[in-house]
C-alpha cells in the first residue's frame, strides 16, 4: 500500500491477521488509540485508513468507517483494500447504491488513465471512435481465488455485458461457502437484474 511506511505494533498486526475477538476489551482500547493517533497524524496513510475502517467495522461503527472511508477517497484517491473494507461498512449501513457509485468512479478513473497511458501523446481529432461493447478484464475462470474487492469490481463490470454465459458459473458460486457475502448479494443482485431485464 501506498503510503505503508508505518509500522504497526504487534498487537494492531494480530488484530488485522485474525480480527478483533482475538483482542481483550483492554487490547481493544490499546489498538482503538493507536490507530486514531496514526489517523491524525497520517490520514492519507493508506494503511492506517484501512486498519482504522476494519476496526470501526468490527465494533460496528458504521456511520465512523463510512466518514473516513469517504474522506480518504476525497483526499487521496482510490484503494482496492479500502473499497473492498468499505463494501462491509456500506453493506451493514444498507447503503449498497452509494457503494458501488464509488467502485463505478474508481473504475472509470482507472480507464481514464489506461486510456490515457495507451493514448495519452495522441494528436487531438475530430474523429468521433465507435462505442465498442464493454468486457470485463479478467477471466471468470479463477473467480474463488480473487480477493472479495476484485471480484466486487469484476461483477460491477459484468452489469454492463452479457451475463449470460456467467449464470451457471455463477450459481456454483452463490452455494460456495468460502464466497464472501457481499460477492454472492452483488451476484444474485445481477442475476435478478437479467431476469427482469
Known sequence: MKGSDIIFPTIVENFLNDGIAILGEEEEYVVQKFLEQAYVEQPCNEAVVYALIRFSNAKQ???EAKEIGQAFLM????NKEILGELSATFLSLNEMDTYFSL???HLDKEAQLDHFETNGMEEESN????????KPRRSVANFLEWGTAEQLEFLQQARFHDVEPYVEVFSVFLKDATT????KSM???LLQEKKSG
Open 61 to 63: 461503527n458504521f456511520e
Open 75 to 78: 483526499m487521496d484517491g482510490y
Open 103 to 105: 467502485v463505478k468512479q
Open 127 to 134: 474523429v468521433i471512435p465507435f462505442p465498442k461493447k464493454i
Open 180 to 183: 464472501s457475502p457481499f460477492v
Open 187 to 189: 451476484i444474485f443482485e
